[in-house]
Structures are given as structure tokens and as C-alpha cells.
């Protein structure tokens, strides 16, 4: 029954010819699009993105059907838009990943979800350099609802923006979370210190006060990759001869920069 229906379709010039159920013509499709009252043509999307799924359909599949698709506060939808998004941005699309995540916070996802959709946003948006992620991130910091949440979307999200030049809200961020680092574990705690320390020493009004504060962790030794780096920047910007930056800096050099978060500052430095 439905290959004859199909077709009379065909004979009628409404599908193309062939085995493939493919309009005639984009003027059709557009025609008979726009004829379906809107609330069933949305739920026509949130049906086709749910069969997509049941087949094993790529994410961004379904997504184009779910961005088309009314909000109904759905944690599954949430969930295969931030899966859509995240394939997005592993294909260097971060202006479509952000589409997707901004359907995503108007399904809305629930409480403990949203902190997460946000950090997602915020770093999709400063990929394309859109200046809306320091107040997305920002956000996502503050609803980060424990301290390893809170220090983690910091951590984060200092990265980025230190390496779009945003010095202050990087300040600002890993200050607040430092505030609980009684609460963390020490390596993100050196973490913070360190994305800390590399935006707060490139001004010359704060750089008296990164310096003081890391004062134990300079030119020691034992300390992590990432403050060696931030040592041989110091050294470089108070111009000690390049015999001595090249020392502070062999540990790394050394290690063929394993360690060093590439989306860091502090790679940059090095």
C-alpha cells in the first residue's frame, strides 16, 4: 500500500523520481512544510529525532530535528543535544555546538544539569572568540553546586579565557575558587594557583602581588611543570640573560611539554 502511494506521489511530480521518498522539488517541500500547523510539526521533529535514535543515528542527526522541536523539559533531549554538541566541537564547529547547547538551556535542563549545559556553552562560544562566554562561564562557575565542581568549571574555564586575554575574569574565577581550597585536593589547587599566577603577572598592576603569592612555589625545584614555566616567564620578563631562562625551562623542554595543558596560558608561555 505505502509503494503505491508513493507512486501516485511520484506520478504527481510531489516526490522525485527512484527508489529513494525525496520531494520533487525544494518548493514542495517547502509548501507542504509550512502546511503542517506548527505545534505537530514540532512534535513530527522530537519524533523523527527519537526514531533516529532508536537506529543509531549521529547525534547532530537528531539534533537538527530536536533544534526545530518544542522545549518540554526533557533530561533525554538535554542529554543528545550536549552528545550533538560535543561532536560539534570534536569537529571544530564551535558555533554549531553552541547552537545546540543554547536549545539545550531552553529545554531547560533540570538544577544540577545546568551548571554543566553552561560550562559546555561558554567554552563553545569562546572557541569562535564570541565575547558572551565570559559571562556564561562566569555563571557556570557560580552554580557549580560543590567545591570539586566549582574549582573543576573554574579550572576550566581560566584556561580559555586566559588565552583570549580575559585577565581579570580569570582572576576573578580562580579566586573564588580558591576561597574553598581547603576542600580540594592539591593538584588542582597548584592548577588554580598556577592559571592564577600566569594572568595575574602579565599586568604590570598585578604582577607585585602574583609574585608574592607565589613565592614558595618559584624557582623550587620540586615544583609542578606549570610553575616551571611560570618561573621562566619571570625570568624572561625581568630580563635575566637566556642562559638562565633556558635552566628554569630544561625540565619542561625535557619532557617534550608533557604536562602542560595545551588550552593553557602557560603553554602559550611556553
Not at 73 to 99: C, F, M, N
Not at 174 to 194: F, K, M, Q, R, Y
Not at 206 to 212: I, L
Not at 227 to 255: C, H, I, K, M, Y
Request: some cysteine; overall charge negative.
Amino acid at each position: 500500500r505505502s509503494a503505491r502511494r508513493a507512486d501516485r506521489l511520484r506520478a504527481a511530480d510531489v516526490l522525485a523520481p527512484g527508489s529513494m521518498l525525496e520531494f520533487a522539488h525544494p518548493i514542495v517541500r517547502a509548501a507542504i512544510y509550512e502546511s503542517i500547523p506548527p505545534g505537530e510539526r514540532a512534535l513530527a521533529h522530537t519524533e523523527a529525532a527519537l526514531l533516529l535514535e532508536r537506529d543509531g543515528a549521529d547525534p547532530e542527526r537528531l539534533a537538527l530535528h530536536l533544534l526545530r522541536s518544542e522545549p518540554g523539559g526533557d533530561a533525554h533531549v538535554t542529554s543528545l543535544l550536549r552528545a550533538a554538541a560535543a561532536a560539534a566541537s570534536g569537529r571544530g564547529a564551535p558555533g554549531t555546538a553552541a547552537e545546540y547547547l543554547r536549545r539545550a538551556l531552553d529545554e531547560p535542563p533540570g538544577p544540577p544539569d545546568r551548571p554543566a549545559v553552561l560550562l559546555d556553552l561558554g567554552l563553545a562560544l569562546a572557541g569562535e572568540r564570541n565575547p558572551d562566554a565570559v559571562a556564561v562561564l562566569r555563571e557556570a562557575v557560580r552554580l557549580s553546586p560543590t567545591p570539586a565542581d566549582h574549582a573543576t568549571a573554574a579550572l576550566r574555564s581560566a584556561r580559555v579565557l586566559g588565552l583570549w586575554g580575559h585577565h581579570d575574569s580569570v582572576t576573578v574565577i580562580c579566586h573564588g575558587a580558591l576561597a574553598a581550597a581547603d576542600a580540594l585536593d592539591p593538584a588542582t589547587v597548584d592548577s588554580l594557583e598556577a592559571e592564577l599566577f600566569a594572568n595575574s603577572s602579565i599586568s604590570p598592576a598585578t604582577a607585585g602581588e602574583a609574585q608574592a603569592r607565589a613565592k614558595g612555589r618559584l624557582a623550587d625545584p620540586a615544583a609542578s611543570i606549570t610553575w616551571r614555566v611560570n618561573d621562566a616567564f619571570v625570568a624572561t620578563s625581568t630580563a635575566q640573560p637566556v642562559s638562565e631562562v633556558l635552566a628554569r625551562l630544561a625540565p619542561v623542554l625535557e619532557g617534550d611539554f608533557r604536562g602542560l595543558a595545551p588550552d593553557s596560558l602557560i603553554a602559550v608561555y611556553a
